[in-house]
């Protein structure tokens, strides 16, 4: 629907409810925009959320900053370098800032792998649409330099525009492009894998992370992943430079050295992170802003 008609439907809602607290998916849209301006002037206690972190123009981000400061009492964000970028880019109040928006429900992902898996080549498992930002390119000229090659498979579930591009990168490696898969699908997906990889080159969060480490997976990710900072550790998985066939390569190679068991523990470690990580504390979140009556509450009750 048009922005104004958006807009319209929202207004109606919160007058014919009574609504008191209002949570805004951001300010990416004029929709948004119109609801955190008319939110702010009826007196509405606002949470937006927010999973950016990518710095923009200096005078871009200082309006966005204006707005943001002007409209929210409370900004819930992906992670750290999200509320890095809220509190230091835009100037939003640091205590009014609150983290965790971005999760998944960690139990749909946990299965068991099948007979025939368990007897296949170890498979490194990569969920990313086939286009640009996801650096595809990079990820399957490295897998074809590491270490890998020869006794791994990688497997890249997502399909897109540049599916048949790096159809003809792969050539006769080992490397399988798949199109999307169902939501019902997928605790099978990562269960036939043994690591998982997002090589991005622009990922505001990337909830497919969440999936895998719920899934009790390894990680490897680049440094452009948005979540590296919350959910990769030394104890669940490697990083890497996104503008580096040669760093990645050291990743992979890293991983080819690594023991079964190893990755096994790995994998454990994964599950336990995102354990902090949850629809529940999602809903904690939101529910302890609601319960705050006044915005001078914010800074010292959350």
């Not at 490696?173 to 099978?188: C, K």
């Amino acid at each position: 629907v048009g922005a104004w008609e958006a807009f319209s439907a929202f207004r109606q809602l919160v007058k014919e409810q009574n609504i008191t607290h209002v949570c805004i998916p951001g300010y990416g849209r004029p929709a948004y925009i119109l609801m955190l301006l008319w939110a702010r002037l009826k007196g509405l206690q606002v949470l937006m959320f927010a999973e950016s972190w990518y710095a923009g123009n200096r005078l871009v981000d200082w309006a966005k900053g204006l707005l943001i400061s002007a409209t929210a009492d409370v900004c819930f964000v992906s992670g750290k370098r999200a509320a890095a970028h809220f509190s230091q880019r835009l100037n939003f109040p640091a205590k009014r800032i609150v983290e965790g928006y971005s999760v998944v429900d960690n139990q749909h992902f946990v299965g068991g792998k099948s007979e025939a898996a368990a007897n296949a080549k170890p498979q490194l498992l990569c969920v990313a649409r086939h286009a640009p930002e996801k650096n595809l390119s990079l990820l399957i000229e490295a897998f074809k330099q590491s270490h890998l090659a020869n006794t791994w498979q990688l497997r890249i579930v997502g399909g897109g525009p540049l599916k048949e591009s790096l159809s003809q990168q792969i050539g006769d490696s080992d490397v399988l492009l798949d199109d999307w898969l169902p939501y019902g699908a997928l605790p099978d997906m990562y269960a036939a894998a043994t690591c998982f990889i997002l090589p991005s080159s622009f990922e505001p969060w990337g909830l497919v992370v969440n999936e895998a480490m719920a899934a009790g997976l390894p990680i490897i990710l680049s440094d452009a992943v948005g979540a590296l900072p919350d959910l990769l550790t030394t104890e669940n998985g490697w990083s890497f430079n996104h503008n580096s066939v040669a760093d990645c390569v050291r990743c992979l190679n890293q991983l080819a050295a690594t023991s079964p068991d190893q990755l096994s523990q790995m994998g454990a470690s994964s599950r336990q992170i995102i354990q902090a990580f949850t629809p529940a504390t999602w809903a904690a979140s939101i529910r302890k802003f609601v319960q705050l009556k006044a915005p001078k509450d914010y800074e010292k009750e959350i």
